[in-house]
């Protein structure tokens, strides 16, 4: 592992823990990896994750009804379901709009709590966070946005989705396309999308423009990013996965490097 310092983070004002990883191990760090901050949504990805693991077990199954009248599983996965960002009520029928919910993905955690009988953080605890080996995550807060972790943590997460252990390739394969083409939308901080193309928990990249991800990452580029300044992208065209953790809120400086950073990270440890 390289402990680096990537150009890009130079002025930037708050603390900039960066980490890259290759299907079998980290390649470079920015900064303290066993440092614990908040993830925001970064959290939604595990908790996919999560879900995707209790559909494998049988337990669950993507197309069973879940959240307000109509919608599934998978709706509350890929944001189609109508529930607002937050409260209860939805805001627009399922599958009309991909309206970006907290309140979905919460309701996806309690109706996956009720399937495998726990609490969802324990399930989360027992399924993936010990499993893989995430010792400095917690998982307590809420599922959409409470998550709490390292760089080192991320990272391991970042080779599980490039190598999957816990689920078959196929479901991650399932996770990582998008689901339910040309849904207009909204990517907070950044505008809205005629074609606001996201995963199972997972967003893609797509050709949304302007975007959090460098524009010489491909549109099959699947990640998040979160309201305390954190990321994770995963890029399978160079088997590389990489994460940025700033506990800060996100603001104008993160959208400012985050673009030239993550450029960086490919050419330095992308493959050709």
Sequence with gaps: METTTFAATD????????????PDETLAVQGDPRAVLPLASVTKPLTAWGVLVAIERGLVDLDEPAGPPGATVLDLLDHTSGMPMEGAGPLRPVGERRI??????????????DAVGMDFADWMRREVVLPLGMERTDVTGRPSAGAR?????LLVFGREVLRPTLI????RDLALMVSHTGLRGIVPGYGSFAD?????GFEIKGEKSPHWLSDTLPPETAGHFGAQGSFLFIDRSRDLAAAFLSGVP???????????LTAEIITRYGAA
């Design 196 to 200: 606001n193309t996201w995963g199972l």
């Design 149 to 153: 972790a390292s760089i080192e943590d």
């Design 168 to 171: 078959p390739a196929a479901l």
């Design 100 to 113: 970006y919910s907290n309140a979905g993905f919460d309701a996806l955690a309690a109706h996956v709590a």
């Design 250 to 260: 996100f603001g104008e400086d993160h959208k400012r490097i985050w673009p030239p």
């Design 11 to 22: 002025g930037f004002p708050h603390p900039a823990l960066v980490g890259v990883t290759g």
